[in-house]
C-alpha cells in the first residue's frame, strides 16, 4: 500500500506569492491533518479534514487554508507568503478515529519564501 | 492551553545503553503520541497511549496518567536509534496535537 505523498517535496517562492500544496492519503483513509515545522516554533498543527470537512484549525491567520476532495487528497494553501512561512509543511492521515490508529505522516513539502 | 514539556532536549549515550525520554503534559490532552523523526523530515509514529503501557520491540512506552507524565525507553539502544523523539498530546477524536520540542537522541557506536 502506497504511503501518504506531498507535492512537491521542495518549493521556492518570493514573499507577496501564494502556494499550494498536496497531499495524497494513504488509500481508504479519510482523515488528513497538516502540521507546519520550523526551527523556532517546532510543530504545529494547521488543520484536520474528515470526509471533506475541515474539523478543526489551528492558530494560524486566515493566509492558511485548505481543503478536502471527496478522493480524501487534500491540499493547502498560503496566500501573500511571508518570510515566516518558510517551514516543513507535513500532512498525515488515519483510517479514522479508532482507539489506537496511528498516523501515518508523509515526508513534507519543504516551502522557503525569499 | 493543552501544552507539552519534553525532557532532555539532547541526549547522547553509547551504543547499548538504556534510553529515557520523560513528556509532562497539562489538562485537556487525553492520548500522548511517540513520534520519531530522522534527518530529512520523515515522522513517524511510534505509540499512541491513553493509559498504561505499550512495546514494540525494543521500545516501550508507559503512561501515567494522575502524574500527567509519559516516558519512552529504548532497551539496547543501537546507532540506528539516533533521530528525534517528539511527544505530542491530543484527544481521541482528533488529531489537533499539541507537540513537544523534541529530544535529538545520539547513539554512539
Known amino acids: 500500500k502506497a504511503g501518504v505523498t506531498q507535492t512537491p517535496r521542495y518549493l521556492i517562492k518570493t514573499r507577496g506569492q501564494q502556494v499550494t500544496l498536496s497531499c495524497s492519503p494513504i488509500s481508504g483513509h479519510r482523515s488528513v491533518s497538516w502540521y507546519q515545522q520550523t526551527p523556532g516554533q517546532g510543530l504545529q498543527f494547521l488543520f484536520e479534514?474528515?470526509?471533506?470537512?475541515?474539523?478543526n484549525k489551528g492558530n494560524f491567520p486566515g493566509r492558511f487554508s485548505g481543503r478536502q476532495f471527496s478522493n480524501s487528497r487534500s491540499e493547502m494553501n498560503v496566500s501573500t507568503l511571508e518570510l515566516g512561512d518558510s517551514a516543513l509543511y507535513l500532512c498525515a492521515s488515519r483510517s479514522g478515529f479508532l482507539s489506537g490508529s496511528p498516523l501515518h505522516f508523509g515526508n513534507g513539502t519543504r516551502l522557503t519564501v525569499t | 492551553k493543552n501544552e507539552v514539556e519534553q525532557s532532555p532536549q539532547n541526549l547522547t549515550a553509547q551504543e547499548g545503553e538504556f534510553i529515557t525520554i520523560n513528556c509532562s503534559y497539562s489538562v485537556g490532552i487525553s492520548a500522548l503520541h511517540w513520534l520519531q523523526q530522522h534527518p530529512g523530515g520523515g515522522i513517524v509514529s511510534l505509540f499512541m497511549l491513553s493509559s498504561g503501557k505499550k512495546k514494540h520491540g525494543r521500545l516501550i512506552a508507559t503512561i501515567n496518567i494522575q502524574e500527567k507524565h509519559s516516558s519512552l525507553h529504548i532497551t539496547a539502544s543501537h546507532p540506528r536509534d539516533s533521530a528525534v523523539y517528539i511527544c505530542a498530546g491530543g484527544n481521541f477524536g482528533n488529531e489537533k496535537l499539541t507537540f513537544g520540542t523534541g529530544t535529538r537522541l545520539t547513539i554512539i557506536p
Open positions: 479534514y474528515f470526509s471533506e470537512t475541515q474539523r
